[in-house]
Nanobody, 129 residues
């Protein structure tokens, strides 16, 4: 059973940067498709970004395009979400999710989260002055 553990959350000022990490255990990162989701209080869960397990293509929700970058280091079995130019509306609990049998290819509905079977426990990100 693969386990995903997020770290790197915290408090950051508007305009600042933060890097979230997602450590994979119980399996190798290998060809896992990895995505990041977030949920703010009183709001629905939102798919933020996804990196394909088959061809490393990346996808972003419009609100973070140009500011966030998803990546992974297979040698370290760790995925990352680099967040820059952060805004108060980025405040949320961020979750790392993964699946070996689901891929976020062009036209897929990865942002619904329905294709992913492994979820981390989440890490809080707060953007505030």
């Amino acid at each position: 059973q693969v386990q995903l553990v997020e770290s790197g959350g915290g408090l950051v000022q508007p305009g600042g940067s933060l890097r979230l990490s997602c450590a994979v255990s119980g399996s190798t990162l290998g060809y896992y498709t990895i995505a990041w989701f977030r949920q703010a209080p009183g709001k629905e869960r939102e798919g933020v970004s996804c990196i394909s397990g088959s061809d490393e293509s990346t996808y972003y929700v419009d609100s973070v395009t140009g500011r966030f970058t998803i990546s992974r280091d297979k040698a370290k079995d760790t995925a990352y979400l680099e967040m820059a130019s952060m805004k108060p509306e980025d405040t949320a609990v961020y979750y790392c999710v993964g699946d070996l049998n689901y891929d976020c290819i062009e036209g897929s509905s990865w942002y619904t989260g329905l294709g992913f079977h492994s979820w981390g426990q989440g890490t809080q990100v707060t953007v505030s002055s």
